[in-house]
């Protein structure tokens, strides 16, 4: 049974760029977003689409290492990410169906450099779908 989610943040993180040869690349002003949901369980997940056009998936712990009055800073797995500080109560979502939802909505697309085809769309989608956008 797939936990159900009590709350959904919305998460970002700097896009490491190899070889980054334009300011905007170097400062991380290019980034992934994903969400963080809060499972029934008492678990974190990250949801997230990536470039290989999937919805991934996995719990998470993180570390706290800011609070701000919108926004906290956290790391996980070592990478720091910004989330929203009071995120948004669902009702009616598991963690599963929020994965397989996030993925269906992009119809088996990822481009980058399509505003409608990236990690930012995905996770609007997705949080439409849920009434929290």
């Given amino acids: 049974q797939s936990p159900a989610i009590e709350r959904v943040f919305v998460a970002r993180r700097p896009l490491n760029i190899m070889n980054a040869d334009k300011w905007w690349q ?3 002003i290019v980034a992934h977003s994903a969400l963080l949901l809060k499972g029934s369980d008492g678990q974190h997940y990250i949801l997230e689409y990536m470039s290989d056009a999937k919805a991934h998936l996995y719990v998470v712990r993180y570390q706290l290492l800011q609070s701000f ?4 800073i956290i790391k996980i797995n070592g990478i720091e990410w910004t989330k929203q500080k009071i995120g948004s109560a669902v009702q009616g979502w598991t963690v599963e169906r929020a994965r397989i939802t ?3 909505s992009m119809q088996g697309k990822y481009n980058a450099l399509n505003k ?3 990690c930012h ?3 609007e ?9």
């Fill in 125 to 133: 989608l997705l949080r439409k779908q849920m009434g929290i956008f």
């Fill in 69 to 72: 009055p919108g926004f906290e």
């Fill in 121 to 123: 769309s995905a996770q």
């Fill in 26 to 28: 170097k400062k991380g």
């Fill in 116 to 118: 409608d085809q990236r």
């Fill in 102 to 104: 996030m993925e269906q």
